[in-house]
Nanobody, 127 residues
Framework: QVQLVESGGGLVQAGGSLRLSCVASGRTFETFITYSMGWFRQAPGKEREFVAAISWGAGSTTVYADSVKGRFTISRDNAKNTVYLQMTSLKPEDAAVYYC????????????????WGRGTQVTVSS
């Protein structure tokens, strides 16, 4: 069974940057590359929302929520079974628990697409 483990969250001032990582562990050999990977976030009292996703394989396709476009960048390193989310120009409204997600095949677009979730990492942005 594959697990997704996020790291890199923390406290940052508004305008700052963080890089989140998500490592797929377990029976990942020969399979990580076949999954679309993505990031979602959930703030207290709000629904989980899509942030970014990257296509399977070389990750030639990336998609972003309008709220993070131009500030966040998703990337993947298949040799390390890892997906990253580089976050810059952070705003207080970016504060949330960030979840890693995967889907076999087609690029993730919504939470309904997700087959496996990570446990999340907290991002706090001070104003």
């Amino acid at each position: 069974q594959v697990q997704l483990v996020e790291s890199g969250g923390g406290l940052v001032q508004a305008g700052g940057s963080l890089r989140l990582s998500c490592v797929a562990s377990g029976r990942t050999f020969e399979t990580f590359i076949t999954y679309s990977m993505g990031w979602f976030r959930q703030a207290p009292g709000k629904e989980r929302e899509f942030v970014a996703a990257i296509s399977w394989g070389a990750g030639s396709t990336t998609v972003y929520a309008d709220s993070v476009k131009g500030r966040f960048t998703i990337s993947r390193d298949n040799a390390k079974n890892t997906v990253y989310l580089q976050m810059t120009s952070l705003k207080p409204e970016d504060a949330a628990v960030y979840y890693c997600a995967r889907r076999r095949g087609s690029t993730i677009r919504t939470a309904r697409d997700v087959g496996t979730w990570g446990r999340g990492t907290q991002v706090t942005v001070s104003s």
